[in-house]
């Protein structure tokens, strides 16, 4: 039961929707488990037999269109999956990453024959992707990168090393941003996709061990005279690697923006139900004005920014969300997100600091989202060049 009251939007009032989130919140309480769960973020990243039982349930690839081998659903049914693993406590299950962010390069920029030859895959658990744009000298610059990719024969030789990669130990097919035409600037960038399985050259580095999202396995990747054949040119066509990451970026801000209200909504419902049966002085901590008012100002912004994503989504599913809005959504929700996780865990007091409880967790995990997917500081600038 969400802490907001808002109806849902038009555009989710569908009972194959709700049929659909009931199986896949079923999904995540029968393999998900705490314990199942807890053994992910002490290792560090999500079993490899989690992904392939999240394909036979077909979990992903849910937008994929059906002569694809995918579902045939929509942006709403990524939505659906995004929520329910949220709800449901399966945090560094990097889904968003695969259902949400990379395969739709594939489906949108793909040229036909690599439609079909990665798709399938992509939707049953076969393949698990990855995107590599960051560099351990280029974070949001991306037209800034040093990776390339010359041509060698009938194919490219990469060479260059990425980080900060979602997903980079257990990816198999990873979209990788580089020059191809290193004189051209953001013109000479291009994206190839690498087949982890079928090129040598190829490196996983570190595991890197970040302060939040502990079951989200983050690496650095390297790249050493890895050649791919020109059929790996994603679209087919040079130099179009940066007018497809702008193209894809708006998508990838509004699902940063929605898993962070997700968050929110679970940090307030959290804090409500603790503040209720928590006592100090005699009474419980909600029965203080001091708390009822922090929790409606919290409340209120929550409902705002719910009512501006849920917008967003609605401009997305009709072709129309712009770069520009998509950032103010990515900004607002993110910076949202962490004034509401802070305040929820100062509301638990010396508890809130304690790993055993949700809101810490919650509270580590947030501090990412203002930075991935473009920092915040980059968001503004979009968003400033509008004024």
Known sequence: MSSLNLPQPSFMEDDELRIFADSVGRFFEERASPERTARWRADGQVERAFWSEAGAAGL???SVPAEY???????RHDLVVLEQAGRKDVSGFAISLHNG????YIVEQGTEAQKHRWLP??????????????????????QSIRTTALKDGDGYRINGAKTFISSGQLANLIVVAAKTDPAQG????????????????FRRGRKLDKIGLDAADTSELFFDDVWVPADNLLGGAEGQGFRQLMTELPRERLIIAFQAMVEIEKALETTIDYVKERKAFGQPILAFQNTQFKLADLKTEATAAKVFVNYCVEQQLNGRLDATTASMAKLLVTELQGRVVDQCLQFHGGYGYMEEYPIARLYRDARISRIYGGSNEIM???????L
């Open 60 to 62: 992903l690839g849910v």
């Open 69 to 75: 081998g995918g579902a045939g659903g929509d942006l």
């Open 101 to 104: 962010i990379v395969t739709p």
């Open 121 to 142: 895959g992509l939707s049953n658990g076969d393949l698990i992707a990855a995107v590599a744009m960051s560099e351990p000298a280029v974070g949001s610059d991306l």
């Open 186 to 201: 953001a013109k000479g960038v291009s994206l190839l996709v690498v087949e982890t399985d079928k090129v040598e050259g």
């Open 380 to 386: 503004r600038m979009l968003i400033a060049r509008t």
